[in-house]
């Protein structure tokens, strides 16, 4: 059984759009102004991107977040074993 990251997801549906978009990683990490390696970290599903580091991406992908989010909550509902990281019961009552 695959297991499947949420941050793989989100990295597949950003090299997904950069790819169609024709722009090189080069290109999306100068304008979203992060190193080319971490970028290329956060494509592969190796780092987990912040929401601001995320909004830079967009921007210099000229996407929106929410569209963004959009196709990797379709990417999720492909995949039944995305690993559901525990949340603690404290934090389960703010949310």
């Known amino acids: 059984m695959t297991v499947v990251l949420m941050r793989e997801m989100v990295g597949e549906t950003l090299r997904a759009l950069r790819v ?38 967009c921007g210099a992908l000229d996407v929106e977040l929410s569209h963004v989010l959009t196709l990797t909550s379709e990417r ?7 690993t559901h990281l525990p949340v603690r019961a404290d934090r389960a009552a703010v949310a």
């Open 20 to 57: 169609s978009s024709g722009k090189t990683l080069r290109e999306v990490s100068a304008q979203a102004r992060v190193s080319l390696g971490y970028l290329s970290e956060v494509e592969r599903g190796h780092k987990e991107a912040s929401s601001e580091l995320l909004n830079a991406i």
């Open 76 to 82: 999720a509902r492909a995949h039944e074993n995305v």
